[in-house]
C-alpha cells in the first residue's frame, strides 16, 4: 500500500510540474505557430536517448544536449528562410530517430526500458527527473516573466516587433531552446511519442474559451493537470497504460471543445 501511494504521489507531483511547463510552452507554440518544429525535436532527440545508452551516460544528458543541437540547428534554418523547410524538418526527425536506433543497436545486450522513453510512464518518474523537471518550470517562468510583451509582439506581428527593436532571432531560438528542454523533461512522463499532443491539446481548448493571452496560459496549466490526473485514475480503475490513458482524455477533451466553445 505504502509503495501504491509514493508512486501515485510522484506521479502527481510529476504532472503539476508538466502543467506549469505545459501553460508556458503550450500557448507560445499554438500562437507561433511551432507544433511541427516541437515534434522534429521530441522525436528527433531519440538520437540523444540513443547515443547515451550506447556509451552509458546519463539519459538525461544525452537527450538534452542532443535536443538542444536540433534545436539550436532548426532555429538557425527558420530564421533563414530555407526553401522547403518543411522537407529539411522532416528528414532532420528522421534522422535523429534513426541515430538513435543505430546507437541502441550497436549497445551489446538487450535494453528492455527503451519503450519507456518513447511512450513514457509517468508512475515510474524517478526523483532525478522530478529536480530536472522543476529546474526547467523555474527557467520557463523566468522566460515568460522576463519577455511576455516581446513574445507576444514576436508571435502576432514580427514586424512591428522589429521595428520596435525586439531581439526576435534572440527569442526564437531561446523559444526553441527552452521547447527542446521541456521536450525532454517529459520523456520519463509522457513519452517522445506521445509528449506533443499533452503539449498542443490543453492550449488549444484553453484559446477557445480564454479572454486574453494570460488566461491562456493559466487554464492551459489548469487543463493540463486535469487531464493527467483524470488520466492516472482512469488507469488505475481500468488497468491500463497511464499515458495512453492520458492522451485518450486529452483527445476526448479536444472533441469536446469542438462542440461547444468560441472560435
Given at each position: 500500500?505504502?509503495?501504491?501511494?509514493?508512486?501515485?504521489?510522484?506521479?502527481?507531483?510529476?504532472?503539476?510540474?508538466?502543467?506549469?511547463?505545459?501553460?508556458?510552452?503550450?500557448?507560445?507554440?499554438?500562437?507561433?505557430?511551432?507544433?511541427?518544429?516541437?515534434?522534429?525535436?521530441?522525436?528527433?532527440?531519440?538520437?540523444?536517448?540513443?547515443?547515451?545508452?550506447?556509451?552509458?551516460?546519463?539519459?538525461?544528458?544525452?537527450?538534452?544536449?542532443?535536443?538542444?543541437?536540433?534545436?539550436?540547428?532548426?532555429?538557425?534554418?527558420?530564421?533563414?528562410?530555407?526553401?522547403?523547410?518543411?522537407?529539411?524538418?522532416?528528414?532532420?526527425?528522421?534522422?535523429?530517430?534513426?541515430?538513435?536506433?543505430?546507437?541502441?543497436?550497436?549497445?551489446?545486450?538487450?535494453?528492455?526500458?527503451?519503450?519507456?522513453?518513447?511512450?513514457?510512464?509517468?508512475?515510474?518518474?524517478?526523483?532525478?527527473?522530478?529536480?530536472?523537471?522543476?529546474?526547467?518550470?523555474?527557467?520557463?517562468?523566468?522566460?515568460?516573466?522576463?519577455?511576455?510583451?516581446?513574445?507576444?509582439?514576436?508571435?502576432?506581428?514580427?514586424?512591428?516587433?522589429?521595428?520596435r527593436g525586439v531581439h526576435v532571432g534572440f527569442l526564437h531560438t531561446l523559444l526553441l531552446l527552452l521547447m527542446a528542454l521541456t521536450i525532454v523533461m517529459?520523456?520519463?512522463?509522457?513519452?517522445?511519442?506521445?509528449?506533443?499532443?499533452?503539449?498542443?491539446?490543453?492550449?488549444?481548448?484553453?484559446?477557445?474559451?480564454?479572454?486574453?493571452?494570460?488566461?491562456?496560459?493559466?487554464?492551459?496549466?489548469?487543463?493540463?493537470?486535469?487531464?493527467?490526473?483524470?488520466?492516472?485514475?482512469?488507469?488505475?480503475?481500468?488497468?491500463?497504460?497511464?499515458?495512453?490513458?492520458?492522451?485518450?482524455?486529452?483527445?476526448?477533451?479536444?472533441?469536446?471543445?469542438?462542440?461547444?466553445?468560441?472560435?
Open positions: 500500500m505504502s509503495e501504491m501511494l509514493t508512486l501515485f504521489s510522484h506521479s502527481f507531483i510529476a504532472a503539476a510540474l508538466l502543467s506549469v511547463a505545459i501553460a508556458i510552452i503550450g500557448p507560445l507554440m499554438l500562437i507561433n505557430r511551432s507544433t511541427y518544429l516541437a515534434a522534429s525535436i521530441a522525436h528527433g532527440s531519440y538520437g540523444g536517448v540513443g547515443i547515451a545508452i550506447y556509451l552509458g551516460i546519463s539519459i538525461l544528458l544525452g537527450a538534452t544536449a542532443f535536443a538542444l543541437a536540433l534545436a539550436a540547428l532548426l532555429a538557425y534554418l527558420t530564421l533563414r528562410n530555407t526553401k522547403h523547410l518543411d522537407v529539411t524538418i522532416g528528414v532532420l526527425w528522421a534522422l535523429g530517430m534513426s541515430i538513435g536506433i543505430i546507437f541502441i543497436d550497436l549497445t551489446p545486450g538487450y535494453r528492455s526500458d527503451l519503450l519507456a522513453y518513447l511512450f513514457g510512464d509517468i508512475l515510474l518518474v524517478p526523483n532525478s527527473d522530478l529536480a530536472y523537471m522543476a529546474g526547467v518550470d523555474v527557467l520557463l517562468l523566468l522566460f515568460i516573466w522576463r519577455y511576455y510583451h516581446h513574445l507576444l509582439a514576436m508571435a502576432y506581428d514580427r514586424e512591428f516587433a522589429l521595428a517529459s520523456i520519463r512522463s509522457i513519452g517522445l511519442i506521445l509528449v506533443i499532443a499533452l503539449f498542443s491539446v490543453p492550449p488549444f481548448v484553453a484559446e477557445r474559451f480564454a479572454r486574453d493571452f494570460r488566461q491562456t496560459i493559466l487554464l492551459s496549466g489548469v487543463l493540463a493537470f486535469v487531464v493527467m490526473v483524470a488520466g492516472l485514475v482512469a488507469a488505475y480503475k481500468l488497468d491500463i497504460s497511464a499515458t495512453a490513458a492520458i492522451i485518450l482524455v486529452a483527445s476526448l477533451l479536444f472533441f469536446l471543445s469542438l462542440l461547444k466553445g468560441r472560435s
